[in-house]
Nanobody, 124 residues
Framework: QVQLVESGGGLVQAGGSLRLSCAAS????????RGWFRQAPGKEREFVAS????????NYGDSVKGRFTISRDVASDTVYLEMNSLKPEDTGLFYC?????????????????WGQGTQVTVSS
């Protein structure tokens, strides 16, 4: 059974930085794309970033382009999300996703496995 475990969330002031991690266990996910989504209270889950199996191709949501960077370490089967210049509107529960089915990567329904999420709160 696949398990995705996120870590690295917390409380940070606007303009600050955080680095999220997503470790996989139970099944190697090295051959599959990985992604990050976030969900603010009362809002739908929003695409943040994705990365292909090699790490050569990445995609970002418009609201995070230029501020967030997704990367992966194949050896440890871990994906990271480096978040800089954080804004209060970045606040939300950040979820790690795995195994994209080839449809729209920005659609949460296109991803098969999910973690439990890690909370990011950005204060103004």
């Amino acid at each position: 059974q696949v398990q995705l475990v996120e870590s690295g969330g917390g409380l940070v002031q606007a303009g600050g930085s955080l680095r999220l991690s997503c470790a996989a266990s139970g099944l190697t996910l090295r051959r599959y794309s990985r992604g990050w989504f976030r969900q603010a209270p009362g809002k739908e889950r929003e695409f943040v970033a994705s990365i292909d199996s090699t790490g050569a191709s990445t995609n970002y949501g418009d609201s995070v382009k230029g501020r967030f960077t997704i990367s992966r370490d194949v050896a440890s089967d871990t994906v990271y999300l480096e978040m800089n210049s954080l804004k209060p509107e970045d606040t939300g529960l950040f979820y790690c996703a795995a195994l994209w089915d080839g449809r729209s990567y920005a659609n949460s329904a296109s991803w098969r496995y999910w973690g439990q999420g890690t909370q990011v709160t950005v204060s103004s």
